[in-house]
C-alpha cells in the first residue's frame, strides 16, 4: 500500500534505493518497476512538452501524482541515484504510439509496462522522444 505521508514515502524510497544497490540487474530493475506501479495513479500531470519544469525527485515524491511519464521519471530517478555502471544506459521514452518507458540494457528491459516484472524484450519500439539517464540526473544535482 502506497504511504500516503511524504516523510514515508521518502523513506520508502531511500529503502528501495539501497536494497537495490546490491542487486542483480534484473532483480533491481524488477524491485524499482514494482514499487513505483504501486504509486497513486492520475492521467496527465506531466507532459514532454514541459520538460524544463518538471519536478526534482523530492518534489515528485511531495506532489504524490504519478501519470505514466511521472512514474517514469521517477523509475529513472532511482536508477540515476544507484549510480551502477550495468545500468547507466537507461533512457526515458516516449514510444510512437504514446507509452512513456524506461529502456535499460539497449532495450533488453523495458519498465513501467507491466506492473509484474519488466519486459525482456528484443522487439523494436519507434521512439519518439527520449531523455538519456544524465539528462535525468540534471535535474537535481
Known amino acids: 500500500m502506497w504511504s500516503t505521508s511524504f516523510p514515508e514515502r521518502l523513506a520508502g524510497w531511500k529503502n528501495l534505493r539501497m536494497t537495490c ?48 511519464l511521472a512514474r517514469s521519471l521517477g523509475i529513472m530517478y532511482t536508477i540515476s541515484m544507484l549510480e551502477r555502471q550495468d545500468l547507466a544506459d537507461a533512457e526515458l521514452i516516449m514510444s ?21 516484472t519488466v519486459v525482456n524484450t528484443s522487439s523494436d519500439i519507434q521512439i519518439q522522444r527520449s531523455l538519456k539517464l544524465s539528462e535525468i540526473a540534471q535535474k537535481y544535482e
Open 21 to 68: 544497490q546490491d542487486l542483480d540487474a534484473r532483480t533491481a530493475l524488477e524491485q524499482i518497476n514494482a514499487w513505483w506501479f504501486g504509486t497513486p495513479w492520475q492521467p496527465y500531470y506531466l507532459h514532454w512538452d514541459d520538460v524544463e519544469t518538471w519536478p526534482d525527485p523530492w518534489a515528485l515524491l511531495s506532489d504524490d501524482v504519478y501519470c505514466d
Open 96 to 116: 510512437q504510439n504514446g507509452h512513456n518507458l524506461v529502456s535499460v540494457g539497449q532495450s533488453k528491459y523495458i519498465l513501467n509496462w507491466s506492473p509484474d
